[in-house]
């Protein structure tokens, strides 16, 4: 078991810059196996990036905040063609498919995934909100005010800001962590 881990610490991680030769390529999978399929990659050797958010979940007349995929039913495997057996993604558990060109998988265009990579923080949380400004349209991702739109009104210290929040056909003022305001 000792060495299954020494093996996985060497692995390469999504932060760490592309081989020459690697692009990042888009992998469709099987509805809600994006985390399974991310495993099974991993577990074969490729470098795999499965951005995660926190989403409100409503059941039972209750709310609360699940970590999910970025974007459901995708995630990113970074390959150099001329070197990994790239075929086997398509085989892969949970795997539907390689995104692909005529014969190739096609590429996801340079610096999209990487932009991507800066926006995850030390949770492997995707942070969408880092680009807020006052006076922005800001709609509301998660909690009981979920897709609410308002208007970024300042930045508070921490991670709190005060939005003015169109509900009803009036402003009202909240007060929300930002984590939980993404760009309308």
């Known amino acids: 078991?000792?060495?299954?881990?020494?093996?996985?610490?060497?692995?390469?991680?999504?932060?760490?810059?592309?081989?020459?030769?690697?692009?990042?390529?888009?992998?469709?999978?099987?509805?809600?196996?994006?985390?399974?399929?991310?495993?099974?990659?991993?577990?074969?050797?490729?470098?795999?990036?499965?951005?995660?958010?926190?989403?409100?979940?409503?059941?039972?007349?209750?709310?609360r905040s699940v970590k999910a995929p970025s974007f459901p039913g995708y995630l990113f495997v970074a390959l150099d063609l001329g070197r990994d057996r790239w075929r086997s993604v398509n085989g892969t558990f949970g795997v539907a498919r390689l995104v692909m060109g005529e014969e190739a998988p096609v590429p996801a265009p340079r610096g999209v995934v990487e932009s991507l990579v800066d926006l995850v923080d030390e949770n492997g949380v995707a942070r969408f909100d880092r680009d807020l400004n006052e006076g922005q349209a800001v709609r509301v991702t998660c909690g009981p005010l979920a897709s609410a739109v308002g208007r970024l009104i300042r930045s508070e210290p921490g991670e709190r800001v005060c939005v003015l929040l169109e509900i009803m056909g009036g402003e009202v003022r909240a007060t929300l962590n930002r984590s939980a305001l993404a760009a309308a």
């Open 1 to 63: 078991m000792t060495g299954v881990c020494v093996e996985q610490a060497r692995r390469p991680t999504a932060r760490a810059p592309l081989a020459t030769g690697e692009r990042w390529y888009v992998v469709q999978t099987q509805p809600r196996r994006e985390q399974g399929a991310a495993a099974q990659l991993e577990a074969q050797g490729f470098r795999v990036f499965l951005p995660m958010s926190f989403r409100t979940i409503r059941h039972a007349r209750k709310l």
